[in-house]
Protein backbone atom coordinates (compact mmCIF):
# COMPACT_ATOMS: atom_id res chain seq x y z
CA UNK A 1 0.00 0.00 0.00
CA UNK A 2 1.50 3.53 -1.12
CA UNK A 3 1.23 6.04 1.65
CA UNK A 4 1.98 10.09 0.99
CA UNK A 5 3.18 11.77 3.98
CA UNK A 6 3.42 16.20 3.76
CA UNK A 7 5.37 18.53 6.31
CA UNK A 8 6.72 21.83 6.08
CA UNK A 9 2.74 23.47 6.74
CA UNK A 10 2.57 26.47 9.68
CA UNK A 11 2.37 29.98 10.26
CA UNK A 12 3.73 32.29 8.31
CA UNK A 13 3.39 36.17 7.70
CA UNK A 14 2.35 37.60 4.50
CA UNK A 15 5.03 38.30 1.79
CA UNK A 16 6.81 35.30 3.68
CA UNK A 17 8.03 31.62 2.46
CA UNK A 18 7.26 27.96 3.46
CA UNK A 19 8.47 25.23 1.43
CA UNK A 20 6.39 21.88 1.47
CA UNK A 21 7.68 18.58 1.30
CA UNK A 22 5.63 15.06 0.24
CA UNK A 23 7.35 11.49 0.47
CA UNK A 24 5.81 8.49 -0.97
CA UNK A 25 6.56 5.43 0.66
CA UNK A 26 5.59 1.80 0.41
CA UNK A 27 6.10 -0.51 -2.46
CA UNK A 28 5.53 1.87 -5.57
CA UNK A 29 6.50 0.43 -9.82
CA UNK A 30 5.86 4.10 -11.14
CA UNK A 31 4.69 7.53 -10.03
CA UNK A 32 3.49 9.41 -12.85
CA UNK A 33 2.35 12.79 -12.01
CA UNK A 34 2.54 14.46 -8.60
CA UNK A 35 1.25 17.87 -7.14
CA UNK A 36 -0.34 19.89 -4.49
CA UNK A 37 -3.68 20.87 -3.99
CA UNK A 38 -5.18 23.09 -1.81
CA UNK A 39 -8.92 23.62 0.08
CA UNK A 40 -9.84 26.96 1.97
CA UNK A 41 -12.64 26.63 4.69
CA UNK A 42 -15.83 26.91 2.93
CA UNK A 43 -14.44 26.26 -0.57
CA UNK A 44 -13.54 23.05 -2.80
CA UNK A 45 -10.57 21.33 -3.23
CA UNK A 46 -8.16 22.82 -5.92
CA UNK A 47 -4.91 21.87 -7.61
CA UNK A 48 -2.29 24.36 -6.79
CA UNK A 49 0.78 23.06 -8.94
CA UNK A 50 1.68 19.72 -10.77
CA UNK A 51 4.47 17.94 -12.39
CA UNK A 52 4.83 14.85 -14.16
CA UNK A 53 7.86 12.08 -14.55
CA UNK A 54 9.43 14.18 -16.89
CA UNK A 55 9.44 17.43 -15.37
CA UNK A 56 6.93 19.22 -17.24
CA UNK A 57 4.87 21.43 -14.57
CA UNK A 58 1.26 23.35 -14.33
CA UNK A 59 0.32 26.01 -11.60
CA UNK A 60 -3.06 27.73 -10.48
CA UNK A 61 -3.07 31.11 -12.16
CA UNK A 62 -3.43 32.26 -8.57
CA UNK A 63 -0.03 30.93 -7.60
CA UNK A 64 2.01 31.28 -11.22
CA UNK A 65 5.36 33.36 -10.35
CA UNK A 66 5.19 33.20 -6.74
CA UNK A 67 5.07 29.19 -6.30
CA UNK A 68 7.54 26.39 -7.87
CA UNK A 69 7.12 22.37 -7.65
CA UNK A 70 9.68 20.44 -8.11
CA UNK A 71 10.51 16.49 -7.68
CA UNK A 72 13.10 13.95 -6.96
CA UNK A 73 12.07 10.88 -8.76
CA UNK A 74 15.37 8.51 -7.19
CA UNK A 75 13.26 9.31 -3.49
CA UNK A 76 9.83 9.88 -4.93
CA UNK A 77 9.56 13.05 -3.41
CA UNK A 78 8.13 16.32 -4.65
CA UNK A 79 8.44 20.07 -3.04
CA UNK A 80 6.60 23.06 -3.42
CA UNK A 81 8.01 26.12 -2.72
CA UNK A 82 5.87 28.80 -1.62
CA UNK A 83 7.00 32.66 -1.98
CA UNK A 84 5.29 35.74 -1.69
CA UNK A 85 2.16 34.38 0.78
CA UNK A 86 -0.80 36.19 0.63
CA UNK A 87 -3.84 35.56 2.96
CA UNK A 88 -5.56 33.68 0.18
CA UNK A 89 -3.18 31.44 0.46
CA UNK A 90 -4.09 30.10 3.93
CA UNK A 91 -5.37 26.66 3.35
CA UNK A 92 -5.09 22.94 4.04
CA UNK A 93 -2.46 21.60 1.72
CA UNK A 94 -2.31 18.17 0.38
CA UNK A 95 0.13 16.07 -1.80
CA UNK A 96 -1.28 13.77 -4.55
CA UNK A 97 0.29 11.44 -6.65
CA UNK A 98 -0.71 9.49 -9.52
CA UNK A 99 1.04 6.06 -9.29
CA UNK A 100 0.75 2.03 -9.82
CA UNK A 101 1.60 -0.45 -7.00
CA UNK A 102 0.22 -3.64 -6.44
CA UNK A 103 -2.64 -2.58 -6.47
CA UNK A 104 -2.86 -1.05 -9.84
CA UNK A 105 -3.06 2.38 -10.73
CA UNK A 106 -4.48 5.12 -9.08
CA UNK A 107 -4.32 8.73 -7.20
CA UNK A 108 -2.95 8.75 -3.30
CA UNK A 109 -3.02 11.98 -1.05
CA UNK A 110 -1.16 12.87 1.75
CA UNK A 111 -3.12 13.33 5.09
CA UNK A 112 -3.15 17.40 4.72
CA UNK A 113 -0.60 20.02 6.39
CA UNK A 114 -2.10 23.32 7.36
CA UNK A 115 -0.80 26.53 5.80
CA UNK A 116 -1.76 30.05 7.60
CA UNK A 117 -0.78 33.52 5.97
CA UNK A 118 -1.59 36.07 8.62
CA UNK A 119 -0.04 38.89 10.07
Known amino acids: QARLVESGGGLVQPGGSLRLSCAAS????????MGWYRQAPGKQRELVAA???????NYADSVKGRFAISRDNAKNTVDLQMNSLKPEDTAVYYC?????????????WGQGTQVTVSS
Open 96 to 108: NADLRNYHGRGDY
Open 26 to 33: GTIFSIYA
Open 51 to 57: ITAGGGT
